[in-house]
């Protein structure tokens, strides 16, 4: 399980160019995030504020309206995994270094130019698409039976009754 956070400044995004060292995505484009720790399995939110104050030392007073966006399911070798991807907006643009990677500030009519994991792409897509709504989305991925290329399907985090 991975919490992340889209962090907007302006019409800019915080994102990080990882690190060649780092096994996961080495030298890709991702946002600030992380794996889950046991105690925190049930609690992703205060997993993705731990994640972004270690990887840029913004406390949850630099942040305004962190809100729970995606959760994105896909099975991986019979492994169920989640990722849980928050947006919110920084209050300050100074950050600290992180031995992860480097972090940049990206304009957002730049962001799709890199070389952006399969999953976190797909969820930037359909968010500069759709925009921040009053629900979370819920994507599943999976190969499309007609063309056996990846994609992601998307459904509203809705209670049925409405």
């Known amino acids: 399980m991975m919490a992340a956070?889209?962090?907007f400044h302006g019409d800019e995004l915080l994102m990080m160019e990882r690190s060649?060292?780092?096994?996961?995505?080495?030298?890709?484009?991702?946002a600030v995030g992380g794996h889950l720790e046991p105690d925190e399995l049930s609690r992703p939110r205060d997993a993705c504020l731990r994640e972004i104050f270690e990887e840029t030392g913004f406390s949850p007073d630099d942040i305004a309206e962190l809100t729970l966006r995606y959760i994105l399911l896909r099975n991986k070798d019979g492994e169920l995994?989640?990722?849980?991807?928050?947006?919110?907006?920084?209050?300050?643009k100074d950050f600290v270094d992180?031995?992860?990677?480097?972090?940049h500030w990206i304009p957002l009519a730049q962001v799709l130019d890199?070389?952006?994991?399969?999953?976190?792409?797909?969820a930037l897509e359909h968010y500069f698409?759709?925009?921040p709504g009053e629900h979370a989305w819920v994507g599943i991925a999976g190969l499309d039976p007609?063309?056996?290329?990846?994609?992601?399907?998307?459904?509203?985090?809705t209670d049925p009754r409405y």
């Open 114 to 122: 890199r070389d952006i994991p399969y999953i976190f792409r797909m």
């Open 146 to 157: 007609s063309t056996g290329q990846p994609r992601v399907d998307w459904v509203p985090l």
């Open 5 to 7: 956070a889209m962090l």
């Open 81 to 92: 995994r989640q990722q849980f991807i928050y947006s919110g907006h920084a209050n300050r």
């Open 129 to 131: 698409r759709i925009g």
């Open 98 to 103: 992180t031995d992860e990677g480097k972090l």
């Open 20 to 30: 060649m060292e780092r096994t996961l995505n080495p030298g890709m484009w991702a």
